[in-house]
């Protein structure tokens, strides 16, 4: 991380949840070039659910992320539960970018599952694609 995106940082903690998910998702649009720093900064907060939620909801219209980068963010955020909640609203429709979503998905949700029942919800979220 860079000077820049240091003070972005700490731009985004100095103002609340919910107008920090506003100015990112005002900043780096998904349909704008640099979208991707957005993932950079969102692990350098703590965020409200609803924003956690918002957040998700708005970047992973972009899925499948071709590198773990986007998942690895969110994984930093939020429950293991809420996180495949969100990732099975976003399920894109072709079998090749399920795919691709998969390769780097579950390798983060396998890390991110610490006990029984959250390694029995990963297996359920694989098993239903």
């Known amino acids: 991380m860079d000077e820049r995106q240091r003070a972005l940082c700490a731009q985004l903690v ?3 949840s ?3 998910a506003d ?5 780096y649009p998904i349909e704008s070039a640099d979208w991707g720093e957005a993932l ?3 692990p350098h907060r703590t965020w ?3 924003d956690q939620k918002r957040l998700a909801k708005y970047y992973f219209r972009k899925l499948p992320f071709s590198g773990p980068r986007g998942y690895e963010s969110f994984a930093a955020i939020m429950s293991i539960k809420l996180l495949i909640g969100c990732v099975a609203e976003a ?4 079998a090749s970018k399920v795919e691709l979503l998969l390769y780097y998905l579950i390798p983060i949700l396998n890390k991110l599952a610490k006990n029984d ?3 029995q919800l990963v297996r ?4 239903g694609l």
């Open 18 to 20: 919910d107008q920090a």
């Open 23 to 27: 100015w990112l998702m005002t900043k």
């Open 40 to 42: 950079l900064l969102i």
């Open 124 to 127: 359920e979220f694989v098993a």
């Open 91 to 94: 399920i894109p429709a072709e």
């Open 14 to 16: 100095r103002v609340n």
């Open 48 to 50: 409200k659910r609803s």
């Open 117 to 119: 029942s959250s390694r």
